[in-house]
């Protein structure tokens, strides 16, 4: 029988659900179990050429519409989402591996906040008038034309959302590739758009690995490329599009720092620190994994959270009492151990965790260790799996400095009681996203993304429209024409 995750063919091109099985087979295997649950095509050159032609095809007809009637259809499809929720929840859960703890409260969700969030702004992007006298000049607020998305496989139907009703919104038309780890849930975004009003062609889903996100990048069609990814693969994308001068958004990796002062509120550090580390298993780019503690608390900080981590409820994701599910796949289990391995051996103490669990599925224990120093690699090299570093630090000055002391600068946080320090420290920390007293919210009002090896641009709130649209000025003289000659 058909598992109920398998859909109904692997791409969604022009309006409608395509299959061509000559393309390499993608399993999909369910990370709480190790069985394969599904399978879908990687798009042969045949199918990527169809839904590039579709989505350029698509699109001066979509930008005509007005942006109230573009909205209108983010809308609706943000309440058919809402009221799909359990299902596609469930869905996400058989994609990722995550609780539905989790899933039935982060990830439709979101989509649909996303969906809910521009469709909203759709009717208000205008340009503006700028009298110069009797001329003057106006702006259009134009969009790209047709953008290519590329996700990772840790949220994917938040991001199919998120760079799909930005895109949308501002009348461009996108081809979007999820993760080869996570092919299943950017189809149900496709078909539901299209079950709100959607024209055929405005948003389209391929599968497929790099080979695939290489070809959409690399076409002449294509305006814009926005990816959510690794830092190297970012490199790459960021490379390729540029040949073309494409624009790009670049939503990358990170080893965030969390600062927690001696006079933090404990409980809310830790539960800060058990958010950004614990949370999808650890599987969040903006997670704050190098957690710097005061010296003055460390043992105490260090003790509760032992004591809070060992609460956690491990199990079956599909039972909303598990609070922490398994790695995405066996791959990444396999990276994250070996990283388990590199702390032991580089000296870091380990304070929980630290092993695979035994039980099927490819599920790791929440690892904390303690004593990390900055050289360490697990300092250094973003893990993406539920291990968090702490390290100790005596003054403001010292910590802001080693904080910054990365490639990355995605996220930081900031735990103190004292809001002037909070402020000035976060004033001196390079990085995109931050937070006081709170750690990994990301509510689609507030900008999202990186500085440094972390990207370029901004994903949610009004800063990503000018990621997904341009201005055109226009001069307009009411006299007459004066030329020398
Ligand atoms: P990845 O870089 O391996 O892959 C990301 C996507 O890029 C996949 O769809 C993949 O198929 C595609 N890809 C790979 N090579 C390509 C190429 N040459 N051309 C075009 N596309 C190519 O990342 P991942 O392992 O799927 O995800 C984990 C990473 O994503 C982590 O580094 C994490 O921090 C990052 N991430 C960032 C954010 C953010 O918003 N900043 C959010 C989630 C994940």
């Known amino acids: 029988m058909t598992h109920p995750a398998q859909p109904k063919a692997s791409h969604f091109i022009n309006g409608a659900y395509v299959e061509d099985t000559s393309g390499t087979p993608i399993p999909v295997v369910y990370a709480a179990s190790g069985e394969q649950i599904a399978v879908v095509h990687a798009a042969t050159p045949a199918i990527v050429e169809q839904a590039l032609a579709s989505g350029k095809a698509a699109q001066k007809a979509w930008a005509r519409m007005t942006g109230t009637e573009r909205g209108r259809i983010l809308r609706r499809a943000a309440d058919i989402i809402r009221a799909r929720n359990h299902e596609l929840s469930v869905l996400e859960t058989y994609d990722t591996g995550k609780p539905l703890q989790e899933t039935l409260v982060a990830d439709a969700t ?3 906040d996303a969906l809910e969030y521009f469709g909203g702004l759709a009717g208000s992007l205008t340009g503006e008038h700028i009298p110069l006298g009797e001329d003057w000049v106006y702006t259009i607020r134009e969009a790209l ?177 598990t609070s922490f599910g398994p790695m995405v796949n066996e791959n990444q289990m396999n990276i994250v151990l070996g990283y388990i391995e590199k702390g032991k051996a580089e000296g870091a103490r380990l304070i929980c965790g630290g092993a695979r669990c035994d039980m099927p599925g490819w599920y790791l224990q929440p690892t904390v260790f303690a004593d990390v120093t900055d050289g360490m690699t697990i300092a250094r090299e973003e893990i993406f799996g539920p291990v968090m570093s702490v390290l100790d630090f005596e003054t403001e000055e010292e910590v802001v400095a080693r904080a910054n002391d990365t490639e990355f600068g995605l996220s930081a946080g900031v735990f103190t009681k004292d809001f002037t320090r909070a402020h000035r420290v976060i004033g001196n920390l390079e990085a995109g996203s931050c937070f006081i007293n709170s750690y990994n919210d990301a509510p689609v009002e507030a900008p999202f993304g990186g500085v440094k090896a972390s990207g370029v641009g901004r994903e949610n709130s009004k800063e990503a429209i000018k990621h997904y649209s341009q201005v055109k000025s226009v001069y307009v003289r009411m006299g007459d024409v004066e030329a020398a000659f």
């Open 110 to 112: 979101s989509g649909a």
């Open 145 to 321: 034309g047709l953008c290519v998305g590329i996700g990772a496989w840790n949220y994917p139907t938040q991001i199919a959302c998120w760079k799909g009703a930005p895109a949308l919104a501002c009348g461009n038309t996108m081809v979007f590739k999820p993760s080869e780890a996570t092919p299943l849930c950017a189809l149900k975004v496709a078909e539901i758009l299209h079950e709100a009003g959607l024209p055929a062609g405005v948003f389209n889903v391929v599968q497929g690995m790099g080979e695939v996100g290489g070809a959409l990048v690399t076409d002449p069609r294509v305006d814009k490329v926005s990816l959510t990814g690794s830092a190297p693969t970012g490199k790459k994308v960021y490379a390729a599009a540029a040949e073309g001068m494409k624009h790009v958004t670049m939503e990358l990796g990170g080893k965030s720092p969390m600062i927690i002062f001696d006079d933090a509120d404990i409980e809310n550090a830790v539960g800060g620190a058990i958010n950004g580390n614990f949370y999808s298993s650890g599987q969040v780019c903006s997670n704050g994994t190098r957690v710097f503690v005061q010296k003055g608390i460390k043992e105490k900080f260090l003790a509760r959270l032992a004591e809070r981590t060992g609460n956690a409820v491990i199990g079956d994701p599909m039972d909303e009492a």
